[in-house]
């Protein structure tokens, strides 16, 4: 008869029977055994249990033998592909298992049926957007752009009617006349929102809109010859990061020679940095989060890089050893912070107060805790560089 008991589970009558048995201790891995009357029993015990009953023995702690990085890599894929948050698993199929044909095309179709994706398009209002139908930018961060963004990461499409009332709505309130993309309340364009909405419409499917294309084009006039992008001002500088997360997903084919050039330039501004590193540290830039918004950290440098085919540059590798470091043994990432510098050396911004109405924290998981999109996108990055994903 096998029974399997936990610290404090067991009942009472079964621990007045337990306390006065013969307990023998066996190596680590095999089951317990006691004799009562005679007829040889068995019981498999939890690790602490295991433990404890070492230690009244008088004997040392079992060694725990730590799992190796490919059976962590199986349960952390098993969590990934619970059908619980169907564009997780969408996305874990096609980007880490190589997943294609009706199965892949089975597990699109289901994003919107439970999960973060149902839950934000619950929130969607008539007209195609969120919150408010006038200022699609604020409130910061639950009003259409940032919802937009979100959707974008999340694996949703132009094949979902609605998103292409959304988005298309979006993309023609915010084209600038100089080719970019900026809010309502700008005559010109600005990187963050050029950007993020390139990236997102691409995404969604919009690679071959004309609008999209000049934004591109936008990115590469406005570079800093130093390779970076002005981030509110502030010329070239490592947050500036939305330009090169657009080119990594831009179809190559679709590249001009201006563009190659562009990102070969972009991509040694951020190796030189080794993807973390202008001037004092920054601890906000070691803080894994998501949704991305428009924060930088190592993870965001890393995917662009890995994506862009410059991984393998040794300057990349301190970044690349940081991010394995955070790996738990169960092969999961944890969320790091919801937006990773509203609390820098335990404290506030300084701009906080100012902004605190017009800024309301939106997120998908809990900083602190295993997170399934952290998990997903750094197993994404370690696949480009080599790292096997078993199925």
């Known amino acids: 008869m096998l029974q399997s008991v936990q610290p404090g589970e067991a009942r009472s009558s079964q621990t007045s029977r337990v306390t006065k048995l013969l307990f023998f201790v066996p190596p680590s891995g095999r089951d317990l055994t006691w004799r009562e009357s005679g007829r040889a029993r068995h019981i498999t015990v939890s690790r602490v249990l295991r433990e404890r009953i070492s230690n009244a023995a008088g004997r040392a702690k079992p060694k725990i033998e730590k799992r190796s990085p490919s059976s962590a890599m199986k349960s952390a894929m098993g969590w990934l592909t619970e059908e619980s948050q169907p564009a997780v698993r969408y996305l874990a199929m096609r980007d880490l298992l190589g997943t294609r044909g009706d199965d892949l095309h089975q597990a699109h179709r289901a994003i919107p049926s439970r999960g973060w994706v149902k839950d934000i398009l619950r929130s969607r209002l008539p007209g195609g957007y969120w919150v408010d139908g006038e200022n699609l930018y604020r409130p910061k961060y639950h009003s259409t752009n940032w919802m937009l963004l979100i959707l974008s990461d999340l694996g949703v499409t132009r094949e979902l009617p609605w998103l292409a009332e959304s988005a298309e709505m979006w993309r023609d309130r915010f084209a600038r006349p100089d080719g970019g993309f900026d809010t309502g309340d700008s005559k010109t364009s600005e990187l963050c929102l050029t950007g993020n909405t390139a990236r997102a419409l691409v995404k969604f499917g919009y690679a071959d809109d004309r609008l999209v294309r000049r934004a591109f084009e936008w990115l590469v006039r406005n570079q800093k010859p130093n390779g970076g992008w002005h981030c509110w001002g502030r010329n070239g500088v490592i947050d500036g990061w939305e330009g090169m997360s657009a080119f990594a997903v831009y179809p190559r084919q679709k590249w001009t020679r201006s563009m190659k050039a562009a990102v070969d330039r972009g991509c040694e501004f951020y190796l030189e940095r080794g993807l973390l590193r202008q001037g004092a540290r920054y601890d906000p830039w070691y803080r894994l989060h998501f949704p991305y918004h428009y924060y930088y950290d190592i993870l965001v440098g890393l995917e662009f890089i890995t994506e862009l085919g410059r991984g393998d540059d040794r300057r990349a590798e301190n970044a690349l050893a940081l991010l394995k470091k955070k790996r738990r043994r169960d092969g999961r990432w944890l969320m790091d912070a919801v937006h990773p510098d509203y609390l820098n050396a335990g404290k506030l911004p300084k701009w ?39 199925a």
Not at 352 to 377: C, H, N, Q, V, W
């Open 352 to 390: 906080f107060p100012k902004y605190k109405d017009r800024l309301k924290p939106f997120s998908l998981e809990a900083a602190g805790e295993p997170s399934k999109m952290i998990t997903l996108r750094a197993l994404r990055v370690l696949k480009r560089m080599g790292e096997p994903v078993p």
